[in-house]
């Protein structure tokens, strides 16, 4: 698990005033661990055109610049005057190397972005937007100083971005990274350290990264065990079954010891999986929402208010019945537009989609700071699972996932966590890294997953 910031003006500043380090001692490093990233990976015979800004990162750039220096064939293009005090002495020492820059963007093996930092706060001009889009269009490997140029400090695009093979950003990670819109754009992530490690540098923060090593599976420890020590999950299924038919073979191979599905019409379901007209009295967890459609309010309040946890999903998020249920210790799963559904319900904001994703962090803090004892879980390229005031993402969601019933089997991985005895919070992150990785280490087109092999892909785990 590693820290997230939303800024790291104020890590630098406590380098300078508590540490002793300086602006030159951090840039140096910043800039070696581009050097190294490509001294790892290119021959000498690769050429590196380094783009540079007008401020700091530009300044990043410009220091890289000199340590490539006759290793490597370097191309330094400044396309604008220059106004950091340390860009200008940056290059000073260059051109007393006698590097000099270039006038024109040309092709080269590697591009280095050095434009904007991660503090980008307006909006791109055309310039700017035209070095881009140029460089974009090329088969260079490119990489990102701190973020691709054109993310903004909120992690937005405006206009157009850089679209990075690797960003190798300084110091510790940032928010804006992890948005689901900056995905395609920074590749894999690295952080350099700045002279000091990174647990030094980094303070406390609210908010962090999810590692594959963070994910712990439900083994079994006990040997003096039978099928109800692992709980036992109850899906309601509505009018869309084939949704709670999926999450129960999920929950089931996912380690509950009992799963029933909750209908009042008789399913074909498998041998393992079985049925009840109503919830059994020895269950554990209630997983609800998937495919529900119109149901008995009734019947959804009496099941809401049974005292066992509960995974919550989809439908009932457009239904004001769940506001009644938001003091307790539940799970919510809900995608985009299903969250613009429970914020409008919730009186924290009417928004679009478009709007909830350019600030996804930011609806998804109030929203948890409103509730604290619910468990969010944000659907998305990179989904963001809160309690209170404590952030998690998890950022290893692909394009494998986007087909209809991948949300119904993380449900019913949850529910099957939950059902088990696991708290909410570790219930909802273990499955969403279960989710994630399963669809990461599917092997056939990444158009072909259906639901049945993520579930297979999970029980491989």
């Keep these: 698990m590693q820290k997230i910031f939303n800024e790291v003006g104020s890590l630098d500043k406590r380098c300078y005033e508590e540490l002793g380090l300086n602006e030159d001692i951090l840039m140096e490093h910043a800039a070696f661990s581009i050097y190294n990233h490509i001294n790892n990976n290119f021959d000498s015979s690769s050429s590196v055109l380094i783009v540079c800004g007008s401020g700091n990162n530009g300044a990043d750039g410009i220091t890289l610049a000199r340590l490539l220096y006759t290793k490597y064939d370097v191309k330094l293009y400044i396309p604008f005057s220059l106004k950091s005090k340390m860009a200008k002495h940056q290059l000073k020492r260059v051109e007393l190397l006698g590097l000099n ?13 050095s434009l904007f930092g991660s ?9 700017s937007q035209e070095i881009i889009n140029t460089l974009n269009e090329m088969p260079s490997y490119k990489i990102a100083c701190d973020i691709p140029s054109g993310i903004n400090k909120e992690g937005q695009v405006t206009t157009c971005a850089l679209e990075s093979d690797i960003t190798i950003t300084m110091g510790a990670l940032k928010t804006s990274l992890f948005t689901d819109i900056a995905k395609d754009y920074v590749g894999k992530i690295e952080v350099s350290d700045l002279g000091i490690q990174r647990e030094v540098y980094e303070t406390n923060t609210n908010k962090y990264l999810l590692d594959k090593t963070d994910l712990k599976l439900p083994y079994r420890n006990k040997k003096n065990s039978h099928k109800g020590t692992y709980g036992h999950l109850n899906v309601v299924a509505g009018c869309k079954k084939g949704a709670g038919m999926i999450a129960s073979k999920a929950a089931f191979g996912f380690g509950a010891g009992l799963v029933s599905v909750v209908c ?17 009295d020895n269950c554990t967890a209630i997983a609800i929402g998937m495919g529900l459609g119109k149901y008995e309010t009734d019947e959804i309040k009496k099941i809401l208010s049974k005292n066992v946890k509960k995974i919550v999903d989809a ?3 457009y239904d004001e019945i769940l506001i009644d249920y938001l003091d307790e210790d539940i799970v919510l799963t809900p995608h985009p537009k299903e969250f613009c559904s429970l914020l409008k319900l919730c009186n924290i904001a009417d928004i679009s989609v478009e709007v909830l994703q350019n600030n996804r962090f930011k609806y998804v803090e109030e929203f948890s700071l409103k509730y604290p004892k619910v468990v969010l879980l944000l659907k998305g390229a990179n989904v963001i699972i809160s309690q209170g005031e404590k952030l998690y993402v998890n ?3 692909s394009a494998v996932l986007s087909k209809g019933g991948s949300g119904d089997v993380l449900s019913g991985l949850v529910g099957s966590l939950l059902a088990q005895g696991y708290p909410s919070l570790d219930s909802a992150i273990n499955a969403s890294l279960a989710h994630a990785l399963a669809g990461v280490n599917y092997k056939k087109n990444d158009f072909s997953l259906i639901p049945s092999d993520l579930i297979e892909e999970v029980r491989r785990l």
């Design 119 to 127: 503090g980008l706060n307006k909006d791109l001009n055309l310039q």
């Design 315 to 317: 439908d009932l998020f």
């Design 264 to 280: 009042h019409e008789n399913l074909d379901l498998p041998y393992h999986i079985m049925q009840t007209h109503f919830i059994s």
């Design 101 to 113: 820059t270039v006038s024109k963007i040309s092709q080269c093996d590697i591009i280095v972005d």
């Design 395 to 397: 950022n290893f969601g």
